[in-house]
C-alpha cells in the first residue's frame, strides 16, 4: 500500500519534469547521430549502460565509475546527462521511490519491466560468487561496462576487456578524461564475426590452460548463430572449470512469434532506427528453455551451470534468459 502511494507520488513529480528528460533524450540521439554512429561506436552499449546509470543516481545500485565516466561518452555531455537524470533523481528523493526497473525487487517470475535489474543482479552475482576463484576475467563486448573498475579493481585478477576498435578506443578516452584508473585492465580489439578473442587475447598475455571467467552481456543479440557457437566452444577449450556468462532473447521474440507478433516489429525498428543495429540471434525458451540453452551448451562442450529468465517457462511471457555455461 505505501509502495503504491510513492509510486504515484514519484509519477505525480515526474510527469511535469518530463520535457526535461525528452530534452535530454534529443540532445543524447541528436550527438549518437553526429559523434557517435559514423565512427562505427557502439549505440547499443548506452542503453544498458544508462540504466546503470539510473540506478546509481537512485540510490538503487552504487556505480559511481558509471556516473563519472558518462559524461565523458561521445552521445553524452555532462549537461546531456543532467537533463536525462535529474528529473528522476529528483522524483525519487522526494516520493521515496526507487524504480522496479532500474531497481527491482526483482521477483519471480521477473516481468518484463523487472528485466534490466535481474540482468544487473544477475552478472552482479556470478562475479561476487566466481571472480575470486578464477585467474582471469575477460569482459566480451565490454562496451561501456564498468565492473573491471570497481568489484574486480583488486589486483587479484588479470583483466581482459574485448571489444571493436571503434568503440574500446571511445571508451579509453573517455576514462582518461574522467580520470579513471584503467592501468589494470588489458584492452584488446576484436571482431568476434571475423576473429578468434582467444587468438587476440593470447597477443596480450591471455593464458588459455588458466581457469577464466568470461563475461558475455548483452552481445549474444547482435551475433550470426555461428559466431555465438564458436564464442561457446572457444570457452570449452579454456582451462578446466572456466565458465561464460550471457544473456539472449527468447527466439520467439527475435521471430516475432505468437504473442510477440506486435510487439516485436516496433521494438526491433526502434533499436534498428536508432542505433542502427539488429537483434538476430534468440534462444527458443518458451517450452522449456533450461532444456533448449543446456542444448547449446552441450553441442559447444559447456555444461549449464545457471539458468535465470524473464517471463514465465512454458508461457508466452519467456522473453528473455540469462545463463552461465561451464567447462568441466
Ligand atoms: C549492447 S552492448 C553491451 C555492452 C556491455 N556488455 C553492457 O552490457 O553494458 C554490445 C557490445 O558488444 C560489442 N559488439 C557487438 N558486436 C561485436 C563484434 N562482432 N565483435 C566485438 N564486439 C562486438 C559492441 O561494440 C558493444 O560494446
Redesign the pocket.
Known amino acids: 500500500m505505501l509502495s503504491s502511494v510513492r509510486l504515484l507520488f514519484f509519477l505525480v513529480v515526474l510527469l511535469p519534469l518530463s520535457p526535461v528528460f525528452l530534452l535530454g533524450a534529443v540532445a543524447y540521439i541528436i550527438r549518437l547521430k553526429l559523434y557517435n554512429q559514423p565512427k562505427g561506436i557502439?549505440g547499443?552499449?548506452y542503453?544498458?549502460?544508462l540504466t546503470r546509470v539510473m540506478a546509481h543516481v537512485v540510490g538503487g545500485r552504487e556505480d559511481e565509475i558509471a556516473y563519472r565516466l558518462a559524461p565523458m561518452l561521445p552521445a553524452l555531455t555532462p549537461l546531456t546527462l543532467q537533463l536525462l537524470v535529474w528529473p528522476l533523481a529528483l522524483a525519487s528523493r522526494l516520493a521515496r521511490y526507487k524504480p522496479v526497473l532500474f531497481c527491482g525487487p526483482v521477483t519471480r517470475p521477473a516481468t518484463v519491466m523487472m528485466m534490466m535489474a535481474l540482468r544487473n543482479q544477475f552478472y552482479d552475482q556470478v562475479l561476487r560468487e566466481v571472480a575470486a576463484n578464477v585467474d582471469q576475467v575477460v569482459i566480451l563486448?565490454?562496451?561501456?561496462?564498468t565492473r573491471a573498475y570497481e568489484e574486480l579493481n583488486n589486483g587479484d585478477v588479470h583483466i581482459f576487456e574485448?571489444?571493436?576498435p571503434a568503440?574500446q578506443l571511445a571508451k579509453i578516452a573517455a576514462l582518461q578524461k574522467a580520470g579513471i584508473e584503467s592501468s589494470h585492465v588489458t584492452f584488446v580489439e576484436?571482431?568476434?564475426?571475423q576473429v578468434s578473442w582467444v587468438d587476440a587475447l593470447q597477443k596480450h598475455g591471455f593464458e588459455p590452460a588458466l581457469r577464466t571467467l568470461v563475461l558475455w552481456?548483452?552481445?549474444t543479440m547482435?551475433?550470426p548463430e555461428d559466431?555465438v557457437r564458436s564464442t561457446l566452444t572457444a570457452v570449452a577449450e579454456l582451462g578446466p572449470g572456466s565458465l561464460i556468462a550471457f544473456d539472449y532473447f527468447a527466439r520467439e521474440f527475435v521471430e516475432g512469434d505468437g504473442g510477440f507478433k506486435f510487439v516485436a516489429p516496433y521494438m526491433k525498428l526502434s533499436i534498428d532506427l536508432t542505433y542502427g543495429e539488429r537483434f538476430i540471434f534468440g534462444i527458443p525458451l518458451r517450452s522449456d528453455g533450461s532444456a533448449a540453452v543446456a542444448a547449446l551448451l552441450e553441442s559447444c562442450g559447456l555444461t549449464l551451470e545457471r539458468f535465470e529468465m524473464v517471463g514465465r517457462q512454458g508461457s508466452m511471457t519467456a522473453f528473455y534468459g540469462f545463463a552461465v555455461g561451464e567447462r568441466m
Open positions: 557502439s547499443t552499449a542503453e544498458p549502460f563486448g565490454a562496451g561501456w561496462d574485448v571489444d571493436t568503440t576484436t571482431d568476434f564475426n552481456e548483452g552481445v547482435y551475433l559466431a
